[in-house]
């Protein structure tokens, strides 16, 4: 319907609203009229005007009760029309009275006739004043002709009462017009009211469809986070009613993590929010995608902010399912070969930086196809599957575990401690627990299964291969294992190889040296000014039975790598007391002091000093001839415990020695806080002595500190006369080297003694 048509139904409507009444009205006036005017006109002017009235009166009751449903818009045109229509005949039916009821010679009865005339028009304008058209044709058809008859009468009077009547009749219809506007502007406020009222509420009803249908969950919050309102959808994600989660104080959530962005929407900006979510009401959880905006009222302040809350689990769930189709192998649940090659990227960038090595471990099954022919795949598989979990128990949780395909395994070890031959014994251990690990027996359902491992490795360092260069490395050196008749570990370089199988032998034998006694004491003197004999160093020395002497240099190392330095060095220090015990039964060897070197790792043992003290009481000797050599990297360790430990060895009696001294740190400050006897000059120092003045001004500032400490201080090494001299000449008095005697076996040294 447009707007001149709902303005002529809301008229129409108007105008029949009243109608009836006016209908009455008319009626009874026109019967009073009737009444009162028959004896005074002609009767055939008098039924002339009651016949018209009559059929006028029909006339307008039919349009008055016609159907009311004004729908279409040529209906309320028409049916306005219509009654237009009724209007103008009883108007012109009214103002036929003026002429018809019009009694000449009796003026009361023409009074009465303008009266009546006068109020019907008066009541038409009322009961017309909506429709201009009726309200007017109305009123001049009615007042038009007992005007013309006024003036007619020819009198005065009549003429002044015509001229009135037409004056009433303009004024009327100026007002007539202004009350039609009012009406028409009164009727259009109303229409456009209702349009507005109408449309306000489509949008509420479609914006509640929207919320309540939306995919999304949706929530409105305050300043402080209460929530204000949210949607079914919302309450169905976090399995709750829309009712308890209205006033939910969210500062009080069980998910915290989605508050800074509420509180970024607070400050007016867009905040933004994706990760997993708890249900503060429920168990539910999930992942969710947030979205806050701020909320303004009308004056722009920011009253509160809304929320779009996107279900995205189920992406989530399908994006962990292609990454794990991607990156994971699917039987063993291994990362895959693409993964191992992405970790490995990082583990050549980590070692660039850390300068640490690492190593892949190749691992190949032997005899897996075998299994798989008679067994068949599903044991195959059964197979792979407890290979792989034994693989995962053989290493740290950050080293990688990867499976290639069929039963190729690669282990991938990162910040091997060390280097080189170091970082390649760390992963021969592993490589040899996996060795141990796989070949134990397997229980594939009802069959006990047996199968061995070949291992190829290869170590690397930042990025000097690439990373396919690795993996083929390590894949030859497994060919290079099952070449050697499987069940091994077989390293990609052929020296690197080689010192680890030697290293591997010697490990190997020195286990067993302590037992077989392989291991001698050589004694290397220590004499005065006088080159008179003050004691001795004790020196180890391993006679093996094939190589013949092997020097300390050699294997000590080894020992401490592998912790057999502690029975190695508890069986040093326990033979040492049993010689000076021995020396001490002797008058020429009594007063001999015999120096036995310490590791760190021997030294730090929580027993240490109760294994000197048991020797020392065990020997029954006199414990200041025993003389513990240390070195100063050891002691700075743990600097604390270990002027504990020395204080407690002090106790019982016996000397310390600082070896190899101006190697290291040389501090003095700690240098004053440890209990020690004796400074030793290292050797490096006094071959230099001829040749290097820096050295001999470091010489000369040891023993000038030494003796400023009131400390013992010996040079070793001491090979020439010209150093002995140089020593002797800056103040140093006792000395050890290959001028005075070399280390030599026990029966060598008392011979030696004996020449003196
Ligand atoms: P060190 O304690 O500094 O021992 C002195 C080393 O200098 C000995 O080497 C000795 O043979 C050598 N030497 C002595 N006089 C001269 C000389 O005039 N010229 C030259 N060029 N060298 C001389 P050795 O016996 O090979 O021992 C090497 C290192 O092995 C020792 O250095 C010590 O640190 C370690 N060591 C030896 N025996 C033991 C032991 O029983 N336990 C422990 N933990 N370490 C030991
Ligand atoms: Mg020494
Ligand atoms: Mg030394």
């Keep these: 319907m447009n ?3 709902a303005i002529q139904s809301a008229k129409l409507r108007q105008l029949l609203s009243v109608s009836k009444v006016s209908l009455i009205a008319s009626i009874s006036l026109a019967l009073f009229l009737a009444y009162m005017q028959q004896a005074v006109v002609s009767s055939a002017s008098f039924i002339v005007w009651g016949s018209l009235m009559v059929l006028a009166s029909l006339l307008r009751a039919a349009l008055v009760y016609a ?9 309320a045109n028409v049916h306005l029309w219509k009654f237009r229509l009724g209007v103008i005949v009883a108007g012109a039916v009214w103002g036929s009275a003026g002429f018809l009821l019009y009694p000449d010679n009796h003026p009361q009865h023409v009074m009465f006739l303008i009266f009546v005339l006068g109020g019907m028009t008066v009541g038409g304008v009322a ?6 058209i009726s309200a007017v044709s109305f009123s001049v058809l009615l007042c038009l002709p007992i005007t013309v008859r006024l003036f007619v009468a020819g009198d005065g009077l009549s003429a002044s009462m015509g001229m009135a009547v037409l004056l009433y009749l303009g004024f009327m219809i100026m007002i007539l017009r202004r009350i039609s506007r009012n009406v028409y502007e009164n009727i259009s406020l109303r229409l456009e009211a209702a349009a507005r009222e109408e449309k306000v509420r489509e949008g509420k009803e479609r914006y509640r469809l929207l919320l309540a249908h939306l995919p999304v969950g949706i929530f409105h919050f305050d300043t402080d986070l209460v929530i204000t309102y949210c949607n079914e959808r919302l309450a169905a994600m976090l399995r709750s009613s829309v009712e308890r989660l209205i006033g939910l104080d969210m500062k009080l959530l069980k998910e915290q993590a989605i508050l800074p962005s509420l509180r970024k929407a607070l400050q007016g900006e867009m905040g933004y929010f994706e990760g997993h979510y708890l249900a503060t009401h429920s168990e539910a959880d999930g992942w969710a995608y947030i979205t806050c905006a701020p909320f303004h009222d009308g004056s722009g302040a920011i009253t509160g902010g809304i929320a779009i809350v996107q279900d995205i689990s189920e992406r989530k769930l399908a994006e962990d399912k292609i990454k794990n189709l ?6 063993t649940e291994l990362p895959n070969r693409r993964l191992l090659l992405e970790r490995l990227h990082h583990a050549l960038a980590s070692s660039a930086r850390s300068n640490k090595e690492g190593a892949l471990l190749f691992i190949d099954l032997d005899n897996f196809k075998a299994l798989n022919d008679t067994l068949g795949h599903d044991m195959g598989d059964l197979l792979l599957r407890q290979v792989a979990q034994r693989l995962n128990s053989c290493v740290h949780a950050d080293d990688t575990v990867a499976r290639l395909g069929g039963d190729e395994f690669v282990v991938m070890l990162e910040d091997l401690g060390g280097h080189g031959l170091e970082a390649a014994a760390q992963t021969e251990a592993i490589g040899e627990r996996i060795l141990d690990a796989l070949g134990r027996p397997y229980q594939l359902v009802a069959h006990e299964y047996r199968c061995t491992p070949s291992i190829g490795a290869t170590l690397f360092c930042g990025h000097r291969l690439e990373k ?7 894949d030859i050196a497994m060919y290079q294992a099952k070449k050697a008749g499987r069940n091994t570990v077989r390293f990609f370089d052929q020296l690197m190889q080689d010192a680890v199988t030697a290293r591997v032998v010697l490990e190997g034998e020195l286990r067993g040296a302590l037992v077989k006694r392989q291991f001698h004491l050589y004694y290397q003197i220590q004499v005065d000014q006088m080159r008179r004999p003050l004691g001795a160093e004790a020196l180890i020395r391993w006679i093996h039975p094939e190589r013949g002497l092997i020097s300390p240099d050699l294997f000590i190392k080894l020992a401490e790598e592998t912790d057999l330095i502690l029975s190695i060095g508890h069986w040093v220090i326990d033979a040492a007391c049993a010689q000076i015990k021995a020396w001490q039964q002797n008058v020429l060897t009594r007063n001999l002091a015999l120096a036995v070197n310490v590791s760190a790792r021997q030294f730090r043992q929580a027993d240490f000093t109760a294994q000197v003290q048991a020797a020392v009481q065990r020997h029954a000797i006199s414990p200041v001839l025993l003389k513990l050599e240390l070195t100063e990297s050891m002691l700075l360790d743990n600097i604390e415990e270990t002027i504990k430990t020395m204080q407690a060895l002090k106790e019982i009696g016996v000397q310390f020695s600082l070896d190899d001294f101006g190697t290291g740190y040389s501090s003095l400050q700690y240098l004053k806080r440890l209990p020690l006897d004796q400074i030793k000059i290292d050797r490096s120092f006094v071959r230099d ?16 500190m030494a003796q400023n400490l009131y400390l013992d201080v010996i040079a070793e090494g001491v090979e020439t006369e010209v150093q002995r001299q140089f020593l002797l000449g800056n103040g140093c008095t006792q000395f050890q080297g290959g001028l005075f005697g070399n280390p030599v076996p026990l029966e060598q040294f008392e011979a030696m003694l004996k020449q003196e």
């Design 468 to 474: 396919e260069e690795l993996l083929k490395q390590a």
């Design 3 to 5: 707007d001149k048509t």
């Design 326 to 331: 991607a990156f994971y192998d699917p039987l």
């Design 127 to 132: 009961s017309f004043s909506a429709d201009l």
């Design 689 to 704: 002595i001829a040749a290097d003045t820096s050295d001999r001004e470091i010489v000369g500032t040891i023993i000038a």
């Design 67 to 75: 159907p009311k449903h004004f729908d279409v818009d040529y209906d």
